[in-house]
C-alpha cells in the first residue's frame, strides 16, 4: 500500500475526481486536497471569477503554484483540475511526489453528471465556444494523451458508483502501486 506518496486523481470534470477523492481520503486516513479549491482559497475568488477576470492562463498559473506548494505537503489524497496536466511542469511534479489515477469515461456520460451538477456552470467556465457536448469531445480527445503520459493507472468511471470506482482503486493501490522510499 502507498504510504509515503501523494495520491492524485486526475481526469476530465465529471468524472469523479472530488467524490472519490474525499471517500478514498477517509478510507486510507488522508487529508483530501481538492486543487480547485486551494487556487479558490489562495485568491478569495472562483473559478468564473478567476477565468474571468484574467482568463484561463491566468487560471493555470495559479493551479501550477497551487501544485507546487500542495505537493510538498503531507501525504494527501489530491483531486486535480481537469486540466491540471496540460502543463510538463504539473506532470513532472506530479510523476515526482506520488501515483495517479486517471479517471476517465465517455462524453456522453461526462455531459450527463455535468447537466445534473447544479454547481458545474457556476464552478467551471466554459473552456471554448463550442457547445457543451462538443467542447467536452474536442477537450477529451485533446488530453487524452496527456492523461495517458500523467497516470499511473486509467480507471473507467461511467455506469459505476463513487463506493465502486474508490474500491477499484483501494484495490489498485493495495496491489501495484509503487512505494516511494
Known amino acids: 500500500m502507498v504510504n509515503t506518496k501523494h495520491i492524485y486523481l486526475t481526469g476530465f470534470r465529471g468524472t469523479g475526481k472530488t467524490s472519490v477523492g474525499s471517500l478514498l481520503a477517509r478510507s486510507l486516513?488522508?487529508?483530501?486536497?481538492?486543487l480547485d479549491g486551494?487556487?479558490?482559497?489562495?485568491?478569495g475568488k472562483s473559478i468564473s471569477e478567476i477565468f474571468r477576470d484574467g482568463g484561463?492562463?491566468?487560471?493555470?498559473?495559479?493551479?501550477?503554484?497551487?501544485?507546487?506548494?500542495?505537493?510538498?505537503?503531507?501525504?494527501?489524497?489530491?483531486?486535480?483540475?481537469?486540466?491540471?496536466?496540460?502543463?510538463?511542469?504539473?506532470?513532472?511534479?506530479?510523476?515526482?511526489?506520488?501515483?495517479?489515477?486517471w479517471l476517465d469515461c465517455d462524453a456522453d456520460t461526462i455531459a450527463r453528471r455535468l447537466q445534473q451538477d447544479?454547481?458545474?456552470?457556476?464552478?467551471?467556465?466554459?473552456?471554448?465556444?463550442?457547445?457543451?457536448?462538443?467542447?467536452i469531445r474536442e477537450l477529451l480527445k485533446a488530453r487524452y494523451p496527456l492523461y495517458q503520459?500523467?497516470?499511473?493507472?486509467?480507471?473507467?468511471?461511467?455506469?459505476?458508483?463513487?463506493?465502486?470506482?474508490?474500491?477499484?482503486?483501494?484495490?489498485?493501490?493495495?496491489g501495484n502501486a509503487p512505494v516511494s522510499e
Open 29 to 34: 486516513r488522508r487529508t483530501v486536497i481538492d
Open 38 to 43: 486551494v487556487v479558490a482559497a489562495n485568491t
Open 56 to 101: 484561463e492562463v491566468a487560471f493555470r498559473d495559479l493551479e501550477s503554484t497551487a501544485l507546487e506548494s500542495v505537493s510538498q505537503t503531507e501525504n494527501a489524497v489530491v483531486s486535480l483540475g481537469g486540466g491540471a496536466i496540460l502543463r510538463d511542469g504539473n506532470r513532472a511534479i506530479i510523476r515526482s511526489t506520488g501515483v495517479c489515477i
Open 118 to 135: 447544479d454547481a458545474s456552470s457556476e464552478q467551471r467556465p466554459a473552456l471554448t465556444t463550442l457547445d457543451e457536448s462538443q467542447e
Open 149 to 174: 503520459e500523467a497516470a499511473d493507472h486509467r480507471l473507467d468511471t461511467a455506469g459505476k458508483t463513487i463506493e465502486q470506482v474508490a474500491d477499484e482503486i483501494m484495490e489498485w493501490l493495495g
